[in-house]
T-cell receptor, first 115, second 114 residues
């Protein structure tokens, strides 16, 4: 069985400050890793994903995440946040086997960016 | 706009009532999923349909049933609603069942059972 732990339920930061949202996973097989973002009263949107290859993946709006196999982590970072980044962020894992792409989600981290 | 459409957006039920949540996608996706979202628990899979004509239980299937009506539509039914089913329900779809394909989520149904 696989599981995901997001280590912070809430992260408050000031605008233009850097931020890191932490995610650890456990799985007995090779995994695919995802970060989703949920803006208020909306569904989830894919932010970025790691499937294979380079361990550093980036999104179009400045977020990046690094897959660290030895530490079983996939932390999300942004060097300078904006008010518009305020949202809930979910880390998710899917194994590469026959699970039909089922995702296991973490508990979510609410990022609040203050002016 | 193309995507996943869920109806209704909001619903209040009395304990013991039944209802069906509707989900339709127009992206010709093969796989569809129902998740529930509860505070501090992330999203948990209720049921999924890897392809038209198949359905399987997820992590929390008790109290729910599903129907994959056709390739586009995947409904979730609560036969006898309970307060523990108060939640936000999300439908999602993906082109194929493989883990490397990304999900498209609907905007959710907020259900309250009193």
């Amino acid at each position: 069985a696989q599981s995901v732990t997001q280590l912070d339920s809430q992260v408050p930061v000031f605008e233009e400050a850097p931020v890191e949202l932490r995610c650890n996973y456990s799985s007995s097989v090779s995994v695919y890793l995802f970060w989703y973002v949920q803006y208020p009263n909306q569904g989830l949107q894919l932010l970025l994903k790691y499937l294979s290859g380079s361990t550093l993946v980036e999104s179009i709006n400045g977020f990046e995440a690094e897959f660290n196999k030895s530490q079983t982590s996939f932390h999300l970072r942004k060097p300078s946040v904006h008010i518009s980044d305020t949202a809930e962020y979910f880390c998710a894992v899917s194994d590469g086997g026959t699970s039909y792409g089922k995702l296991t989600f973490g508990q979510g981290t609410i990022l609040t960016v203050h002016p | 706009n193309a995507g996943v459409t869920q109806t209704p957006k909001f619903q209040v039920l009395k304990t013991g009532q039944s209802m069906t949540l509707q989900c339709a996608q127009d992206m010709n996706h093969n796989s569809m999923y129902w998740y529930r979202q509860d505070p501090g628990m992330g999203l948990r899979l209720i049921y999924y349909s890897a392809s038209e004509g198949t359905t399987d239980k997820g992590e929390v299937p008790n109290g729910y049933n599903v129907s994959r009506l056709n390739k586009r539509e995947f409904s979730l039914r609560l036969e006898s609603a309970a307060p523990s089913q108060t939640s936000v329900y999300f439908c999602a779809s993906k082109l194929q069942g493989g883990a490397n394909y990304g999900y498209t989520f609907g905007s959710g149904t907020r259900l309250t059972v009193v």
